[in-house]
């Protein structure tokens, strides 16, 4: 009998990771398929209910229930309830297990490009759902200095609260400096824009953009035009995806398919 995994998301239609999953499901011979399933926030707790009906395996969890969905788990590990957001959902027996792999997936992605966060000063912009994983890996990976602004100041201050760390508001970003600088908003989305200017990024060693349509965004050109190491998104959701099928698996995962994986992701995502 075939297990069956799939991401919960709304919308979901352009998720990369049933691309991501089924390949690796293939590559390591298992009986498991992986599908995309479309959400509607109303419909959160029947469908955490139906995966347990259905005896569905793991689920990724997706914009925007990583919050929500806490509340309907039997079991939620400490790192994803500090973080406050779910991404990976592993059922044990009837027992559905919460967990967050991004904040790994972040840390991954940095380590792959050699980058140290251990006592740098890191500025984040953005303190919506995927800012939270960051600003919760950059503090165990031990950064000096965390700044966070965004557009809407009081979701900065909560986040900054809640994490004991510096909220800025969005005005200040003209003056920022730092050696880090990551980019977790949507701005750049399938759009060419940057949430900020050329002349910021002279003052950053590293820049890393969660998002990855289009793979080099404005933000990450220039960057790299003023000389930052640029990372895009795309490692993250390789890497996130990657402590998924760790979970599901209980299997650490072969260094080849990791780099057959990435490549797919690449190339699919160069292609749309
Ligand atoms: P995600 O889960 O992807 O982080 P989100 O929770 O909706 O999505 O958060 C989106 C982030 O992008 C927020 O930080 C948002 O700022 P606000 O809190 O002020 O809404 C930020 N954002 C979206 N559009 C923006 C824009 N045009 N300029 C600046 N920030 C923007």
């Known amino acids: 009998m075939y ?18 999953h089924n390949l690796a499901f293939r590559e390591l011979m298992l009986k498991a398929v992986y599908g995309a399933f479309e959400v509607k926030p109303k419909d959160l707790e029947v469908a955490i209910k139906g995966v347990k009906a259905l005896n569905i395996k793991g689920l990724s969890v997706t914009v925007p229930h990583k919050e929500e969905v806490i509340k309907f788990l039997d079991e939620v590990e400490d790192k994803a309830l500090e973080i ?5 959902i592993l059922n044990e027996e009837g027992k559905l297990k919460g967990f967050n792999t991004d904040w790994i997936g ?6 792959e490009e050699g980058i140290e966060v251990k006592n740098k000063k890191v500025v984040i912009l953005g303190a919506g759902g995927a800012s939270k994983a960051v600003v919760y890996a950059v503090k165990m990976a031990q950064a000096c200095e965390i700044e966070i602004f965004n557009r809407t100041y009081e979701k900065a201050l909560e986040l900054a609260q809640k994490f004991g760390i510096k909220a800025k508001p969005w005005e200040d970003l003209k003056e920022a400096f730092g050696d880090l600088i990551i980019q977790t908003t949507s701005v750049g989305l399938n759009s060419w824009e940057s949430p900020v200017e050329e002349e910021v990024l002279t003052r950053f060693k590293v820049a890393f953009d969660l998002v990855y349509t289009p793979l080099k965004t404005k933000f990450l050109s220039l960057a790299e035009k003023v000389g930052c190491v640029a990372i895009d998104g795309l490692k993250m959701l390789l890497y996130q995806g990657v402590e998924q099928l760790k979970i599901w698996t209980k299997k650490e995962l072969p260094l080849n398919l990791i780099n057959l994986i990435k490549e797919t992701l690449y190339k699919e995502v160069s292609q749309r």
């Open 3 to 20: 297990e069956v995994y799939g991401v919960i998301g709304y919308p979901v239609g352009h998720s990369l990771s049933p691309l991501m």
């Open 84 to 88: 406050g957001a779910v991404n990976t």
């Open 106 to 111: 972040f840390l991954k992605a940095l380590e």
